[in-house]
T-cell receptor
Framework: EAGVAQSPRYKIIEKRQSVAFWCNPI?????LYWYQQILGQGPKLLIQ????????DSQLPKDRFSAERLKGVDSTLKIQPAKLEDSAVYLC????????????FGPGTRLLVL | GDSVTQMEGPVTLSEEAFLTINCTYT??????LFWYVQYPGEGLQLLLK?????DKGSNKGFEATYRKETTSFHLEKGSVQVSDSAVYFC???????????FGTGTRLTVIP
């Protein structure tokens, strides 16, 4: 079974630029998560989707971050404009039933904002 | 609110040494408790879990016991290997909550 795929793996941009990350969850997984992992910290949930609907985006900085999952499969996370403090690893995870035991993580996209 | 405190790293051990990584949490009610591991260059993986008091989770030689009285879930392994070098995250999960709440992680390096 293929795992959660993410791209790109690495991205370097200058502040105020825009960037987008892509995630392809495990086939059949209805729940999709985006986490932000700042260096030296644990992952923090940004947004959770159930199919193509948002379940929780309470910690998403909506003035600059946006995410969508239009067809209930792939998802994109966008930052516009980026700030220095957005430098982090962005993790995508998916789950078959929304329970932690079934949550599988992708390898992450490492973003550096200069 | 909920919080989790993990033993600060990095931790460096020789092969076959005993490992303990402390984890304590504060939460309302009785959360399920998880340990995740992140090997170099890989995504987070579930290592083990416990869902109620006195449960012991175990996997790959690692163990952790859900201690309600001390609100702890310390990770232990009797004899570590070089391949155990990774970052370990403690994560409580409240029933009905949407997401896991991760600790800051503890980096373990095992040297031959």
């Amino acid at each position: 079974e293929a795992g959660v795929a993410q791209s790109p793996r690495y991205k370097i941009i200058e502040k105020r630029q825009s960037v987008a990350f892509w995630c392809n969850p495990i086939s059949g997984h209805a729940t999709l998560y985006w986490y932000q992992q700042i260096l030296g910290q644990g992952p923090k949930l940004l947004i959770q989707f159930q199919n193509n609907g948002v379940v929780d985006d309470s910690q998403l900085p909506k003035d600059r971050f946006s995410a969508e999952r239009l067809k209930g499969v792939d998802s994109t996370l966008k930052i516009q404009p980026a700030k220095l403090e957005d430098s982090a690893v962005y993790l995508c995870a998916s789950s078959s039933n929304g329970q932690p035991e079934t949550q599988y993580f992708g390898p992450g996209t490492r973003l550096l904002v200069l | 609110g909920d919080s989790v405190t993990q033993m600060e790293g990095p931790v460096t051990l020789s092969e076959e040494a005993f490992l303990t990584i402390n984890c304590t949490y504060t939460a309302t009610g009785y959360p399920s408790l998880f340990w995740y591991v992140q090997y170099p260059g890989e995504g987070l993986q579930l290592l083990l879990k416990a869902t109620k008091a006195d449960d012991k989770g175990s996997n790959k030689g690692f163990e952790a016991t859900y201690r309600k009285e001390t609100t702890s879930f310390h990770l232990e392994k009797g004899s570590v290997q070089v391949s155990d070098s990774a970052v370990y995250f403690c994560a409580p999960h409240q029933t009905g909550a949407n997401n896991l709440f991760f600790g800051t992680g503890t980096r373990l390096t095992v040297i031959p």
